[in-house]
């Protein structure tokens, strides 16, 4: 029964945040293998926790991907929080502009009634591009937010997927994976240990400010990714998990 599977299910959250060694995981039950609509409830268990813990002052920094955007889309809430600075995490300039970390925060921050800030900048630059770039005072400005993170929402990928749908060159692409890199989250490939394998010339949050953060909250959904999860949980401990049942099995399972 109802009951039943509610007692399961916190027994599930506690053994994975038991393994992980991070501060929370919370579980929506179900699979996302079998069921991608999934993602709407996770993204959703997602944005209630967000609302739980956000005070008035704080800085927010998201990322992209599609499941930050149904993040956004799933936020709901009657409070306006007008000293709230939302910005994205990493700078942001694709073709899929809907998924994009810039259209994720302007949804965000509108959804708070607070303030925002976008990053104009690409993924990937050269560096002397990327000196010039981020002295401009816009840029600039936005980035002396981001290293003021208070929150911290993000997605994961994996490694390889991620490098190709940043478009990088194929070399790069090889040279990630042959490094042992398996997950990605803001712009950071990392291998099993949680090591970043692979420094690339980017622009967004630093890996200071991801183990100084207040609150840092990871969303993902599907066994695919459970494997990059445990690995990012060796970068820092001071995290909250959201994801799905199955996943969850999973990660109990590695
Ligand atoms: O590109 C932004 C990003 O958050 C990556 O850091 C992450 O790996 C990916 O998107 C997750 O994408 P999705 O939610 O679409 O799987």
New binding site residues.
Partial sequence: DMMNDIMGLSTLQEKVREKLGIKKVLLVPGSYDSNPSL?KDVAKCGAEYFLSILKDEDVVSI????????FSNTIKTDKKYENVTVVP??G?M?KDVE???NNVVATTSKKLNSHYKLLHIP?ELGEESMKTLTQEPQIKNTLDMIAKTDILV?????AG??AI??KLPIEKVEEIVEKGAI??????YFNEKGEIVCKLNTVGIHLETFKNVRESIA????TR?AD?LIAMTNINKNMVLITDEESANRILEL
């Fill in positions: 993602i990322t992209g991907g599609s499941t930050m955007f149904e995490a990493r942001s694709g998924i994009q970390s993924d993000f997605g994961i990928g994996i997927e991620m749908r940043r997950g990605e989250a803001f712009g950071h969303i993902f959904a599907g990714k990059a």
